[in-house]
C-alpha cells in the first residue's frame, strides 16, 4: 500500500467516530463527504437547532503532495493529536488553519 492509501484509509478510520457522536439538546446528525479521486474528507453536522436550520462543517481533511492538510478543524480535542497518534509523522501533517507565518512554530509541517 502506498502513502497515499494509507493516508486515505488512516483519515477515513478516523473520522468514522465522528459519524455517531450524539449532541444534547440539539438534533444534529453527522454526514461524512469522502472524495479519495481529490482527496478531501469533510464531516458536516446538519440538522436543527432551536426552529433554525444549523449546517456547518466540523472537519476537513485534504491530502494535497503526500501531506495532511486540516483545512478546517471543530473538534474538541482536535485532529492533529489523533493524526499523530495514528502514526503520521508531525512533518506530514498542515495546519491550514493556521495563518502561513504562524505554522513554522507549531511543530508541525510548514507546507
Same mark, same amino acid.
Given at each position: 500500500? %502506498? ?11 478516523? $473520522?468514522?467516530?465522528? $459519524? @455517531?457522536?450524539?449532541?444534547?439538546? *440539539?438534533? $444534529? ?6 472524495? !479519495?479521486? =481529490? !482527496?478531501?474528507?469533510?464531516?458536516? #453536522?446538519?440538522?436543527?437547532?432551536? =426552529?433554525?436550520?444549523?449546517? #456547518?462543517? $466540523? ?14 478543524? @471543530?473538534?474538541?480535542? /482536535?485532529?492533529?493529536? %489523533?493524526? *499523530? !497518534?495514528? /502514526? ?5 501533517? *498542515?495546519? /491550514?488553519?493556521?495563518?502561513?507565518? *504562524?505554522?513554522?512554530?507549531? /511543530?508541525?509541517?510548514?507546507?
Amino acid at each position: 500500500m %502506498d502513502k497515499l492509501e494509507t493516508y486515505q484509509n488512516i483519515i477515513r478510520s478516523l $473520522l468514522s467516530p465522528y $459519524l @455517531n457522536i450524539k449532541y444534547a439538546n *440539539v438534533d $444534529l446528525k453527522n454526514r461524512a463527504a469522502y472524495d !479519495n479521486q =481529490n !482527496n478531501q474528507f469533510i464531516i458536516i #453536522s446538519e440538522g436543527w437547532q432551536n =426552529n433554525k436550520h444549523f449546517h #456547518s462543517c $466540523l472537519i476537513h481533511l485534504e491530502i494535497i503532495n503526500e501531506k495532511i492538510w486540516i483545512q478546517c478543524d @471543530n473538534t474538541e480535542a /482536535g485532529i492533529a493529536t %489523533d493524526l *499523530v !497518534n495514528s /502514526g503520521i509523522p508531525k512533518e506530514d501533517i *498542515v495546519l /491550514g488553519i493556521q495563518e502561513p507565518s *504562524v505554522r513554522k512554530y507549531t /511543530g508541525f509541517a510548514i507546507t
